[in-house]
């Protein structure tokens, strides 16, 4: 007779935390975007290639890296958002390119109060995350909406207000980004998120 046993297998996920990529991807973009917003300089490339590369391409990395590992809410974060930002930049260049018209007021608020709904249903999943989460989400909705009525008003000072409240939520993504990183470092607790 031959005696059956039962093993466990444990599988160790060895693969690195895609986070602090798309946070930081995320944030360092929406700072120097917001410094834009907020009156400091105008348009320019490097805020498009900043979009492309790091706001873009980083955040579809990330996703990419979310999906791997079973994560629903940072594959569609980072997924959206990064193409967000790809999106964003062919809204500025199409029509420099001669390939489409620019957006009116009107369809360019329609775009960002979409992105403030998606944002803020978003932020209600963040509740079962951290607290550094909530703040990143939470104020990037409300950004979207400031940008959003800035539009519609064509206010010009809602909209370097939306710039000193981006420059807040870029900060506050890249410091959750940065304290994933020295936490994993340090395999302990020293920045609080």
């Known amino acids: 007779m031959v005696e059956e046993t039962e093993n466990e297998v444990v599988l160790k996920d060895l693969t690195a935390n895609p986070a602090p990529l798309g946070l930081l991807g995320f944030g360092l973009t929406t700072v120097l975007l917001n410094i834009h917003n907020a009156g400091f300089y105008p348009m320019n490339s490097m805020i498009l290639a900043m979009g492309l590369a790091y706001g873009g391409i980083a955040q579809i990395l990330a996703c990419w890296m979310e999906y791997k590992k079973g994560n629903t809410f940072g594959m569609v974060a980072f997924g959206s958002y990064g193409l967000f930002w ?3 930049v062919f809204l500025l260049i199409l029509p420099k390119m001669g390939l489409a018209t620019a957006p009116d007021p009107v369809s360019l608020a329609a775009y960002l109060f979409m992105w403030g709904i998606f944002t803020f249903v978003m ?7 951290n607290r550094g989460l909530q703040v990143v989400f939470m104020s990037l909705a409300i950004l979207f909406f400031l940008l959003t009525a800035g539009e519609l008003t064509g206010n010009s000072t809602i909209t370097q207000i939306a710039g000193y409240e981006g420059i807040f939520t870029g900060l506050s993504a890249v ?4 304290a994933f990183v020295i936490n994993e470092t340090y395999k302990r607790d020293v920045l609080l998120v």
């Not at 932020?123 to 995350?129: I, V």
């Not at 410091?175 to 940065?178: E, T």
Request: hydrophobic share 55%; charged share 5%.
């Open 175 to 178: 410091y959750v980004g940065l």
């Open 123 to 129: 932020f209600f999943a963040t509740l079962k995350h």
């Open 86 to 88: 790809w999106s964003f």
